[in-house]
């Protein structure tokens, strides 16, 4: 009786552990799922960092001939004015 007891629970064990294979390697697949939109997220997101980088040096650039068209434009229509 006890023989059979242990036989059951030895069967039991190897099913669980079948059970437990099929569950590691579902959460494997998962994992790899995962790591690889990661890795797609962090090569879309580099590569629209860059492209704010080049946008903020643009602004920069537009902002620098503001700032010169700000102060020169009045100096040359006050020389044009005192030349009329």
Sequence with gaps: MASKIIKEEKEMTQEQHTEIIRLLTKLNERQITLFNNMK???SHLARQN???EQHEKSLVVIKTYGS????ILPIIVNIIMRMM
Excluded: N, P
């Design 50 to 52: 860059s492209k704010v």
């Design 40 to 42: 797609r997220i962090d």
């Design 68 to 71: 010169v068209a700000l102060i």
